[in-house]
């Protein structure tokens, strides 16, 4: 059948486990046309099974190689399929290789050629680690960026490109103007041009010159490092390293010049100073804005500012003023305007593509090697409380850190104060707190050892919690906003995680305003049975949940692209596990009956043909469960079911939905609808009509107008962080001991979304289709606390 396999690879019919239970088959399936456009991935060891409609030729390709190839063979079913071996033939450690599937399908008297990216994976563990450092080559030819926070809602999106602006997010300093929780930033230091000049030579300090670049994933520190020409065949290192201030709305750009060896033919003497001269360009906008000169900044900026020798203050409206300045230099007072600086991110979107740029001056300093620099640029407030007084230390950046350590220093980037407690930022750059996933970040928090902190934030939101319901998105002190059906359900899930880690009578006793943390557990279930004021409620004769329309996490609205209005199968997941956790921790044995009920429900009415669950039972309002529409769509919701006990891991069906959604997989993702057509259409109606094929919804690209384009393809193609690991953590559930290497694998593929785009961070989705670009917010709480959690979870016992 082709190449012979490695004698020292798997054999067998499977993997087993260590306790003796089912074998984990060693095998991942491509299965033509479906996967055609997404990067499969091998764990180490594991065989290639391709099928297709008609015969073919499969041929495994490395580079300019042919490393297997294969003629198909009928299998039972009449499907013609084969099997290739997938692992390296050299020795040592193996790397992760991207491989190409080449498929010729013969079919009509001819032969089809078609190609499909494929990944093998390396194997992943405590010697794993993430590049934080990029070199001049790679700072040129993407776009990736630096994230910085405060641990109060500010941050900082830095590109690697210095000067570059991609986004209307891009900033050295968006401040969070609320001093007690985390409000819509204003954007105020936006960008910040650079020259060095010698005896009359000057050179921008841009990418040109960058010869590298450093991230902290925690949201410390940044750090530019530029080799620049001076004339006469010279030249000199700079760093810029950024900083934000912990707890204040403040920046601190440290410049200084670095000594170069002295057997550097080309530098230029230590003792020869260099001036260098910062331009900063600044507005006053909320981060979901532009400026647009033309409207009155034009006119109001320049007055708004008042020039001194060391800098400026900058009020431009009753309430808001900032001050600019450099601690060993001087400030020319020179106003100017850029218009139109380009905003691609936002014209890829279908948003404004443009912004206009306001400048006081200019700042110029003179270094010699070893000399520093601090240019600062804070809130009026913040620049007073510090005056006088130091920069402090900038932290230190490395180039590479493991990968836990790496998810465990983004983790904390999310979590902020807010009215003296904590919560988490959803994500970077323009989410602020959500209720749903605030929750599930706990897990991940409590995972990592930081369940006191965590207990913080769930006392917060239990605090918030009214008649059963809990905010699905705050801004700023504004909660009023409860359309979410989960949020409530994954405070069950919180509250069980944190139990584990800290103790029952820690948590349960825990002060949530005026009342105990289990009383707003019992409020939660007796609202959820008897009917919350936003129309969610228990279906008496099945024990399972109704949810409103768009009340899951995949909650478009306007078009409503997945409402989901019934019963999705997440929400009888997280519904019976918490009724589960209720019994347990509080002893609340007249929820049995119920909990029993929705478990056999959950078996009757939701399996589907195939012996996977359906998505969702699609029912109107007063519709019982036992009455409605068992939707076939393929999605990862139902990976809950197993991991949070809802069905038995070791049943047939636990199996059968872990091999379901294993094509959905993709590096470091998980698709939101599987490419295939469904039985139960799915239309996605527009302002103007149909969006979408309703047989065959799945959308690839997360692009263009978000009502006619984005939202459409949100949750029905598209891959996400969050539930990546669900799938990791349901293959240990099911197959034990014997998945935990091959989980880790594939864990680890993520490690390409954190050496890229947002350095040390993972972003909220990439596209469904390949190269599975990266999309939404840069920086995503839930993408990298599920992964932390299952990383651990998926540790060697």
Not at 204 to 213: H, K, V, W
């Amino acid at each position: 059948m082709g190449t012979q396999p490695n004698p020292t690879a798997p054999q067998g019919q499977g993997l087993e486990c260590a306790s003796g239970g089912i074998p984990l088959p060693p095998v991942v399936i491509w299965q033509w046309p479906r996967d055609l456009h997404r990067t499969v991935m091998l764990p180490p060891g594991f065989l290639l099974l391709v099928r297709a409609n008609v015969p073919f030729h499969a041929s495994l390709c490395e580079d300019d190689r042919v490393v297997a190839t294969s003629a198909s063979i009928r299998l039972a079913d009449g499907t013609p399929a084969t099997i290739l071996p997938t692992w390296s033939s050299s020795s040592g450690p193996v790397p992760e290789r991207q491989l190409r599937l080449h498929l010729a399908r013969f079919t009509g008297g001819s032969a089809v050629h078609e190609e499909a990216p494929l990944l093998a994976l390396a194997p992943a563990g405590d010697e794993t680690t993430v590049r934080l450092r990029l070199d001049g080559a790679t700072i040129r030819a993407r776009h990736d960026y630096a994230l910085l926070t405060n641990g109060r809602g500010a941050m900082a999106q830095i590109r690697a490109a210095w000067g570059t602006i991609r986004s209307q997010y891009d900033a050295l300093l968006a401040v969070n103007p609320h001093p007690d929780v985390p409000d819509n930033r204003r954007i105020f230091f936006t960008r910040c041009r650079a020259w060095v000049r010698y005896r009359g030579y000057s050179h921008a300090l841009d990418a040109a010159c960058t010869d590298t670049f450093e991230a902290d994933p925690g949201g410390t520190a940044a750090v530019w490092r530029f080799l620049t020409p001076v004339g006469m065949g010279r030249r000199v290192a700079i760093s810029f390293t950024a900083t934000l201030l912990r707890d204040r709305n403040r920046l601190d750009l440290h410049v200084r010049r670095e000594p170069l060896a002295a057997d550097d033919h080309e530098a230029l003497g230590d003792s020869e100073p260099v001036t260098l001269i910062l331009r900063p360009d600044i507005e006053a906008r909320d981060f979901h804005t532009k400026t647009q000169a033309f409207t009155g900044p034009e006119h109001h900026f320049p007055a708004a500012v008042t020039a001194a020798p060391d800098g400026f203050g900058f009020a431009p409206a009753p309430g808001e003023s900032y001050r600019m300045a450099i601690a060993t230099g001087s400030f020319h007072h020179e106003p100017c305007w850029t218009y139109a600086v380009a905003h691609p991110e936002e014209a890829e979107r279908g948003l404004g593509p443009h912004s206009d740029l306001f400048s006081p001056g200019w700042f110029e300093t003179t270094l010699a090697a070893g000399d520093t620099a601090v240019l600062t640029a804070a809130t009026a407030g913040d620049f007073a409380e510090t005056a006088g007084t130091p920069a402090p230390p900038p932290p230190q950046t490395v180039p590479q850190l493991p990968f836990e350590e790496t998810l465990r220093r983004a983790l904390d980037t999310f979590v902020v104060a807010r009215d003296g407690l904590r919560t988490v930022i959803a994500g970077y750059p323009w989410f602020l707190d959500w209720g749903r996933d605030t929750l599930i970040v706990l897990r991940g928090l409590a995972a990592a050892g930081y369940g006191r902190e965590a207990l913080q934030i769930l006392r917060e939101f239990g605090r918030l919690e009214s008649r059963g319901t809990l905010p699905n998105m705050i801004r700023g002190a504004d909660h009023g906003n409860r359309e979410t059906s989960d949020a409530p359900l994954w405070f069950f899930i919180a509250t069980r995680d944190l139990i584990s880690a800290l103790g029952h009578d820690a948590v349960l006793e825990a002060p949530c305003g005026d009342r105990p943390l289990r009383e707003v557990l019992r409020s939660i279930a007796h609202h959820m049975l008897e009917g919350t004021p936003n129309g969610i409620r228990t279906d008496p004769a099945t024990g399972l949940v109704y949810s409103p329309p768009h009340y899951t996490w995949m909650d478009t609205n306007y078009p409503a692209a997945t409402p989901r209005t019934g019963y999705p199968v997440d929400i009888q997941a997280l519904w019976i596990a918490g009724l589960a956790m209720l019994r347990e921790q509080l002893g609340d044995t007249q929820l049995a009956d119920i909990e029993t009920r929705a478990r056999q429900s959950l078996l009757r009415y939701f399996v589907l043909p195939e012996g996977w669950l359906a998505d969702n039972l699609r029912a109107e309002p007063g519709q019982g469960a036992a009455e409605a529409v068992a939707e076939d769509a393929l999605r990862p919701n139902q990976l809950l079911a197993v991991t949070l006990g809802a069905i038995d891991p070791r049943s047939p069906v636990a199996r059968s939905v872990v091999a379901a959604c294993a094509e959905l997989l993709v590096p470091g993702g998980i698709r939101s609808l599987a490419d295939r057509p469904v039985r139960v259409p799915q239309p996605v109606y527009g302002q103007h009509g149909l969006l979408n094929d309703p047989y065959r919804p799945y959308w690839g690209h997360y692009l263009g107008d978000e009502d006619t384009r984005r939202k459409p393809a949100y949750h029905n193609g598209t891959a996400w962080g969050w539930p990546f690991p669900l799938f990791c953590e349901a293959w240990l559930a099911v197959y034990g001991d014997a998945a935990r290497a091959p989980a880790r694998a594939l864990l680890g593929s993520a490690r390409g979304l954190l050496e890229s785009g947002c350095i040390g961070n993972l972003p909220e989705i990439i596209d469904g289709n390949t190269p599975h670009t990266q999309r939404g917010c840069g920086a995503q709480a839930w993408s990298i606390s599920e992964l932390l959690r299952v990383w651990l979870l998926c540790k060697p016992e």
